[in-house]
């Protein structure tokens, strides 16, 4: 994170401010997720699902490598909530730059995301307990094929697809549906998520 020098407070490094707190429109700068420094600033939000940097073990006459334990899953919130749940998603492309209207949370379990079709996409998340800190947007696009596992509590966009027919398999809590908190974008502030140069 970098202080800005006007007084407009902490600024990611990912995140253009271009005009002041009144009225405010933020450019969010896409992260790579393909190196340690973006892993690292994703870490507060979730974890990365990637081989890379792992140990595989052999299993299956050794015909398939095994990528142990490389995300822990925080799924049952309450014993009410019923067993997780495996979804299908099949996205549309968002159109670049994308207009950001919300963002949303889901406080009893965490979401897990992996791409079908070794594709990337981009994920967008903030700090926040009561609400989003909208001055702390992020943007990241991940690298071809990997997934990441959202905390629970972690303020979120929807899905952002790059392609139309983009296959993404989604663990959610059993009780997503009920547990899916939205908060619209302060009037008067625009977030705006620009195309990243490597697409």
């Known amino acids: 994170m970098s202080r800005s020098s006007n007084g407009l407070g902490l600024i990611s490094d990912g995140l253009r401010h271009v005009?002041?707190?009144c009225g405010m429109t933020h450019d969010l700068v896409c992260i790579t997720l393909e190196n340690a420094t973006g892993m690292a600033a994703f870490s507060s939000f979730g974890t990365v699902i990637d081989a890379v940097g792992k140990t595989p073990e052999l299993i299956n006459d050794g015909s398939t490598q095994r990528f142990s334990d490389i995300a822990s899953l925080d799924l049952r919130g309450e014993p009410a909530d019923g067993d997780p749940k495996?979804?299908?998603?099949?996205?549309?492309?968002?159109?670049?730059?994308?207009?950001?209207?919300?963002?949303?949370?889901?406080?009893?379990?965490?979401q897990v995301f992996l791409p079908l079709n070794n594709q990337r996409f981009i994920v967008v998340v903030a700090p926040g307990t009561d609400a989003p800190d909208w001055q702390r947007v992020q943007a990241f696009l991940t690298a071809p094929g990997q997934g990441i596992c959202l905390y629970r509590n972690c303020w979120h966009h929807g899905l952002i697809a790059l392609n139309d027919g983009d296959r993404f398999a989604v663990i959610e809590g059993g009780s997503y549906r009920m547990d899916t908190q939205e908060l619209a974008v302060p009037d008067g502030v625009v977030l705006r998520v620009l195309r990243p140069a490597t697409l």
Do not use: C, N
Request: glycine content about 4%; proline content about 4%; overall charge positive.
């Open 86 to 110: 495996l979804s299908l998603y099949i996205a549309a492309a968002r159109i670049l730059p994308l207009r950001v209207f919300r963002l949303e949370r889901h406080r009893r379990a965490s």
């Open 19 to 21: 005009q002041g707190l």
